[in-house]
């Protein structure tokens, strides 16, 4: 074998290796002991190469997110994704973002606050649990979580809250992406998020990242 194709086997083999061995740790750890992800991690989760692997015009196309929808982002973080969310559901739509930490939080402000973000005026900022969302029965068109469901301690205590807010018809919309510790298997949140009473379930995306779509049933029995 040439010494240039030994070379570039070790290479890929340890990048390899590395990345298995940190996603198989980050997953041990995560399983012991469900946190928050740390608000220092706001940076990297708002930055234009984290979006390259997760392009905002796909996540809004597989959540079916459309103009004048009345959404709720759970676990927004530092707001990746929500300033595109705000623009696609313009004119009359508006978005809900939610987050348990404050720190999250001041970050989607700083952004909001730039020049090349003024024209946004449809965001509300809401600091609070997924478990115990301020808002009335059958309130929501939409409510999409984006690497963030894995992470609640209780999801199905969440997704049933998701459900209760969610008008009749309306989407639960759930984006995973692989190298989040939290992953699932598209299988798992199927199981989930139907175990909480949604139907109709859509995976859109690849094993990396995919989008499941879900329904609250009309004929639910929660309202
Ligand atoms: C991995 S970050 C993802 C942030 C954002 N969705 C994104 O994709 O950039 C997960 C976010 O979910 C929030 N979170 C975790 N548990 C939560 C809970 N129980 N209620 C509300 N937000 C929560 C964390 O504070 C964090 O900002």
Known sequence: ?????????????????FVFLWLTLAKVVRKLWRFPAPSYTG??????????????EKV???????????????GCGSGAYTTFVARAVEPKGKVYALDIQRKMLDQLQRKLEKPENQDIHNIKLIQASAYELPFADAFLDLVYMITVLQEIP??????????RVLKPSGILAVTEFFPDPDYPLRSTLIKQAT????????????????TARFIKPKESLWL
């Open 154 to 163: 209780d999801r199905h205590r969440a997704l049933l809250e998701a459900r």
């Open 43 to 56: 940076w990297f989760l708002d930055s234009g190469f984290r979006r390259t692997f997760q392009p905002p």
């Open 195 to 210: 175990g909480a009473g949604f139907v109709d379930a859509k995976v859109l995306g690849n094993f990396w990242n995919y």
């Open 60 to 74: 809004i196309a597989r959540s079916d997110i459309n103009p004048g929808m009345k959404v709720l982002e759970v």
């Open 1 to 17: 074998m040439p010494t240039w194709l030994l070379v570039i086997i070790i290479v890929l083999g340890s990048i390899l290796g």
